[in-house]
């Protein structure tokens, strides 16, 4: 299977990487009310996504979203990057709510998608597991 670009691929994003891609997507996640967020793969990302997940390897779907570190996040533009760096570290929670907020719209979306044991219930699970032995 030849998979796609970076920028489209699911498990090493270019987009999660540059600065106003992730502050435009809390942007629209912060108004959903006025704005429809939609995540499109290229049909042989939704197979490669569909494949590693059919092997219960939920671990690489963490990789991808603990990636999401907006204070890492580049620019073209420093004057861009320092505007959005400045902005964000002025909201509530700052750069951890960006984060926070763009990982959990997306452990979402991966869930709807198949990704059916996200972090947290891996979680839950092992406490479960641990409190019955």
Not at 92 to 112: C, D, I, K, M, S
Request: glycine share 6%; charged share 25%; with cysteine.
């Amino acid at each position: 299977m030849r998979r796609s670009h970076n920028f489209y691929r699911w498990d090493a994003p270019i987009y999660v990487t540059r600065a106003w891609c992730l502050f435009e997507l809390f942007t629209a996640i912060r108004n959903q009310r006025d704005v429809q967020v939609d995540v499109i793969l290229p049909p042989s990302e939704k197979r490669a996504f569909a494949a590693k997940m059919s092997t219960g390897n939920y671990a690489a779907l963490e990789v991808v979203l603990d990636g999401i570190r907006a204070e890492n996040a580049g620019a073209t533009e420093v004057a861009d990057l320092e505007a959005i760096r400045g902005y964000v570290s002025e909201l509530p929670g700052g750069f951890q709510a960006l984060n926070e907020t763009v990982r959990g719209h997306l452990r979402r979306w991966f869930e709807g998608q198949g990704a059916v044991l996200s972090s947290a219930r891996v979680q839950a699970l092992r406490r479960v597991s641990s409190e019955a032995a």
